[in-house]
């Protein structure tokens, strides 16, 4: 594709396209160029010119550069130049090909859908990451330069094609050292996405940024925005109230660790939150390496990959920049062109394959001997004439050639090592190498379809530079396909690939429990189990918690896929003997469980005893929850060993129920409301999830102070993804 004709030329940087326009300047798609076809494509952002003449505006300009051109991290995009251009202003940074978070959020409320747990703690550490590094940036005489971003939004995080998080746009950053003041009390920023303390005007530090954070992965988690109300005004009163309900509540999946993470970065009293934002980023990876999940960046760019089928990039940047990349020289090819500029003269680019080709300096040389030398052929009338032309010819040709050569032979020769060193710059291997492991290991490899013969895991590939789809398959287990990136002349290892059993989804399995200090309880949704072992129906995920005295309990997560059936866990616990461990005394209990209709399949905390009639044993106070099933029929009950009298208890079975689905009520202005659900009271609350069987429902919200009372029937489908209900009660009145 050839390269677009650019708007106009800003310096060195040829404009390409206007992305946007804002209220200081003006950003461009924009493209500079280099010696040998270099080109390379960056972002132009420039001050609008009637902005130009004012000097505070200029200097916030040069404020914003002079902050960001210190700031040289992975997970900040960079600012590489400053000009100033016939009066106009400019900053030039580096083009990130991808998707600003805001249309990544914008496309999943599209499909009703939220980022997966896992990715969305990801991206909010590696926002995290950069901040920590702008908060911690000092100058060379190692004082701090007080840098608070003080607009961290899903507009101004970037993720990249190869799924790097990058923060730009630190326009309103306020730094110790700035140039320009900002005028105490100004509010800058967005709105719905700022601390308590910046809707307030009041002095802001690096707990503000952790703030602004803690909502944006809010947002990811449930696709609602807390703080955004009708108007500008209203927004910064939700802002100034602080009223804000955990994650979890309006999305199932979000566990209560999550929640209590959350809420500490959204704490309204900047005290209250974690005192420097790592200590944020630090508590959300503990979380996902407790919980064996371990995304990366390629991880993240499949799955925007996905949904965004038409490419990361956006469409109207795709078609504007040159997709072309320079083309690379032979090595004729670059001695040619070296040749050409040291000597002054134009150079051609000779395919040697062309028998028929001839360079610049041939055919000049050429011109000028036929002048001399050459008769028409047409009017040779004395062969020994022309015999003898032909000789002056020759000798005249070969009198120009050697003093050609007698002038040129030192400076070919220096051309030609210049030439070959370059050349070899340029041919050198533009492939990169990338171990590639599973976990278990054995997998065939496939890249980007074609079977590797004889690869298996672990295997170090020689890829192409750019992306690649790797494929490992493994007998017993599903295929996967993960994205790899490959760069020239690097040599890394791509994070480890767990591959899933093929499972049968016909029955139960039964995974077993194991920890290697002594005395540990393990607990399934908050019910300790009596026997270490948990047994899965297909479909299902459950979290099993691991917790002894003077230890850290541990979460994970067990799914009924996963390949190993025993899961270990390993808690964190002061030292303590075997023989220091109390051993409390253990009164044990009968039990004889029977069911109706008889011949059912009787399981007690996820233990299969057998058909009924049978009998448990277990502590006299443990808990107990008994599973029946027989066919289509099922039983199910949770208890205390000590309550069941008389050694007996009887399953009723009854026919099993659809799937049930859930909903999620909040109501905004005001915050506030009686809830009823088909006719039951639920409480006065700003919201509530709940549970319930799939089909209509109505809903019913009543605050009679601000005038709110609004019915509404709603149809819940089966499925874990919940119905949602959100109320503007300004528009309901």
């Known amino acids: 594709m050839s390269a677009p004709e650019p708007i106009r030329m800003l310096g060195r940087y040829e404009l390409l396209r206007r992305i946007a326009k804002g209220g200081m300047g003006e950003i461009y798609l924009a493209r500079t160029r280099g010696m040998a076809g270099f080109e390379k494509n960056c972002i132009i952002k420039t001050m609008l010119p009637h902005l130009a003449e004012e000097q505070e505006f200029v200097t916030k300009f040069l404020d914003e550069g002079r902050i960001v051109v210190q700031l040289v991290h992975g997970n900040i995009v960079p600012v590489f130049d400053m000009g100033d251009e016939d009066g ?35 991206v909010a550490s590696e926002v995290c990451k950069g901040l920590d590094y702008a908060h911690r940036k000092v100058d060379e005489a ?57 809707a307030a005007g009041r002095s802001l530090d690096g707990r503000s940024d952790t703030f602004s954070a803690g909502l944006v992965l809010y947002e990811l988690l449930t696709g609602f925005r807390p703080f955004e109300g009708g108007t500008d005004l209203q927004s910064l009163d939700l802002v100034r109230e602080c ?23 959204l704490a309204k009293d900047p005290a209250d939150r974690y005192p420097t934002i790592d200590k944020f980023q630090i508590a959300l990876m503990q979380y996902l390496y407790s919980s064996g999940s371990s995304p990366t960046s390629s991880d993240l760019a499949a799955f925007l990959g996905d949904m965004f089928p038409e490419g990361l990039e956006r469409e109207e940047l795709k078609s504007a920049r040159d997709a072309s990349p320079p083309k690379k020289m032979s090595l004729d090819e670059a001695l040619d062109f070296e040749l050409g500029k040291l000597a002054g003269t134009p150079a051609t680019v000779v395919d040697p394959h062309e028998t028929t080709a001839v360079s610049s300096e041939e055919l000049r040389l050429g011109e000028k001997l036929s002048t001399r030398t050459r008769a028409p052929q047409a009017v040779v009338a004395d062969p020994a004439a022309a015999i003898s032309e032909d000789a002056d010819r020759v000798t005249a040709t070969t009198e120009v050639t050697r003093r050609s050569w007698i002038v040129y032979a030192p400076l070919a020769v220096v051309v030609a090592a210049l030439a070959f060193f370059a ?104 019910v300790a189990l009596a026997q270490p072992v948990v047994t899965l129906l297909p479909g299902e995920l459950v979290h099993i918690k691991a917790q002894a005295p003077g230890c850290k309990s541990v979460v994970k997560p067990i799914d009924y896929t996963q390949a190993n059936e025993g899961v270990t866990f390993t808690l964190d616990c002061e030292e303590v003997t075997p023989d220091e461990v109390e051993k409390p005394e253990v009164v044990t209990k009968t039990i004889t469980i029977k069911s109706d209709p008889t011949g059912a399949s009787i399981a007690v905390n996820g233990k299969s005893l057998g058909i009924a009639p049978v009998e448990w044993t277990g502590p006299s106070n443990g808990v107990m929850r008994i599973d029946a099933r027989k066919e289509d029929l099922v039983a199910q009950i949770s208890t205390n060993a000590a309550k069941i009298t008389g050694g007996k208890v009887t399953m009723k079975l009854k026919a099993k129920p659809g799937p049930p689905g859930c909903v999620i009520m909040s109501v905004m202005n005001p915050f506030k409301g009686t809830w009823y659900l088909d ?49 503007d009660g300004a528009k309901l009145k």
């Open 243 to 265: 009223a804000i309900d955990p994650p979890g509540a309006l999305n199932l999946e979000v566990p209560a660790e999550i929640d209590e993470i959350v809420m500490i970065a």
């Open 423 to 526: 050349f070899n710059a340029m041919t050198q291997s533009s492939r990169g190498k990338r171990v590639i492991d599973s976990d278990p290991t054995g997998a065939q490899i496939s890249v980007d379809g074609a079977l590797i013969p004889g690869a298996t895991t672990p295997h170090t590939l020689s890829l192409d530079e750019g992306r690649h789809e790797v494929t490992l398959e493994l007998e017993g287990y599903e295929s996967r396909t993960v994205q790899v990136i490959a760069e020239a002349g690097t040599h890394e290892t791509v994070p480890t690939t767990r591959l899933r059993a093929k499972v049968s989804a016909q029955g139960p399995r039964t995974f077993t429990l194991h920890a290697e200090q002594p005395s540990v309880e393990f607990l399934r949704d908050n």
């Open 88 to 122: 106009e202003v400019y900053m030039a940074m580096e083009y990130i090909a991808g998707r600003d978070l805001r249309e990544v959020t914008k496309r999943l409320a599209a499909h009703g859908d939220t980022m997966p747990v896992d990715l969305a703690l990801f």
């Open 142 to 198: 190692g004082e701090s330069l007080g840098i608070v971003h003080r607009d961290v939004s899903p507009s101004n995080v970037l993720i990249s094609r190869e799924g790097e998080v990058k923060l730009i746009d630190f326009g309103i950053a306020r730094a110790a050292g700035r140039l320009g003041q900002t005028v105490s009390g100004r509010i800058q920023g967005k709105f719905c996405y700022m601390s308590p303390e910046q």
């Open 679 to 727: 006719g039951k009271e639920l409480g006065e609350d700003r919201g509530y999830t709940r549970e319930l069987a799939a089909g209509p429902h109505t809903i019913r919200v009543v605050n009679a102070s601000e005038g709110l009372d609004h019915s509404q029937t709603i149809e819940v489908k089966p499925g874990k993804n919940c119905a949602k209900l959100l109320l």
